[in-house]
């Protein structure tokens, strides 16, 4: 009898030694079956008041999470893969992390930020990268489009998507190969229509107000995340206010002679010095875009991802997290940005040296941040207008779909002062 319960005692001991205290998403590229999806674990786990923590550079910057029922079932139905550790295991890893000597930190994330994405009526989630792989991913998200922006309601989020939107009224410079194709006309004719619904006589006006009101937003402490054409064409109308820069075209009178004189580059988020593309039928913006200008082969279409102090340079260490450096190269209406037109304060996290390129950049503005990411979608290397949507069951581990998450993320891992 007494053997029995000392076998009963250790089999005790042994359970409650062995019993885990935390779950790992391992995020790096052979031990993770779904990155992509391992965020949005990451993200529920945040929004059911959870505790979880970013491991920058452990591992492909791993999730660590308490150990729950509710997250392990989660994680087995959404394919996410994970690894069950003990209090001491957990601690080692914590304690490998701190040391001086490792390029790598703890990143504490606290609640999970309310997401909305800019984009028009009646847009599919195939046609932007960043709602496509929020909705694959599971993270909830709230469309806003001129209507919400221009009524404040931008003060409910966190973190903003600009959609592939072009703010400085020229329809996207769609004009040359597209000016007769029902879907411009129709697009031309409800955006002229919703200018005047909400007070403005052009298309330009009301997207320059809209522009503004989102500067305003990242300026207040709002983090603000843009794709291709959204990019350069935010930084262009916040430059020209005041300027027409349209052609009769696009808004039905002349544009203001000698208009690039006029430009302000002392408004824009991240770039200066840029020439604008004056030419209506030119699907450029300005000189900004790479997309012309760029003589990489297709084979050698990569960019890397840039090296941070994780210790020191947090934030840009996180927009990093990856389990691969090299990114393979996608197009788009703003490809990448030539290196010589952006601001000496914004930081290149990504760049192509062989063409002389940035394709992902981020600043600070007033109390919020930004992130520019050239190209549309970075599993479709060049996407056309009516091209199949982007699956990305098929691409569950994709690194260029990667960053985009580390920015969904990052604004988890900021200390917020209470609203009053």
Known sequence: MMFKKSVYILLFLISFAAKASFILLPMDETSQQNHLKAYGITYWALDKQYKASWLLNYRGGSFLLPDAPEIRKECQIRGVSFEVL??????????????????????????????AVYSPPGKQPWDDAVTLVLTYAEIPFVTVYDEEVLGDQLLLYDWLHLHHEDFTGQYGKFFGAYRNAPWYIDQKKDAEALAQKLGYSKVSQEK????????????????????????????????????????????????DGNYQSKIDYNKTFAFKDFILERRP???????????????????????????????????????????????????????????????????????????????????QKG????????????????HRVGDEPTVLDLHPNSPGFRLILNNVLFPAARKKKMKT
């Open 86 to 115: 003990s209090d001491g295991e957990a601690n080692q890893i914590l304690e490998e992390i701190s040391s001086p000597s490792q390029n790598m930190e703890t990143v504490v994330l606290e609640k999970a930020p309310k997401v």
């Open 208 to 255: 320059l107000a809209v522009a503004k009101k989102i500067r305003d937003f990242v300026i207040g402490g709002g983090f603000m995340f843009a794709m291709c054409s959204a990019t350069d064409s935010f930084d262009i109308a916040l430059s020209a206010e005041g300027v027409d820069i349209c052609e009769p075209m696009f808004d039905g009178d002349e544009s």
């Open 281 to 363: 039928e030119k699907y450029e913006f300005s000189n900004i875009d790479m997309t012309e200008k760029r003589v990489v082969p297709f084979e050698k279409d990569y960019f890397t991802l840039m090296e941070f102090s994780a210790k020191w340079d947090v934030i840009p260490s996180m927009l990093c997290q990856d389990h691969t450096q090299l990114i393979k190269g996608f197009m788009g209406q703003s490809t990448a940005f030539d290196r010589d037109l952006i601001k000496s304060n914004v930081l290149i996290l990504g760049e192509n040296q062989l063409n002389g390129e940035a394709r992902y950049i981020h600043g």
């Open 367 to 382: 109390k919020g941040f930004f992130t520019f990411y050239g190209g549309h979608d970075p599993e479709d290397f060049q």
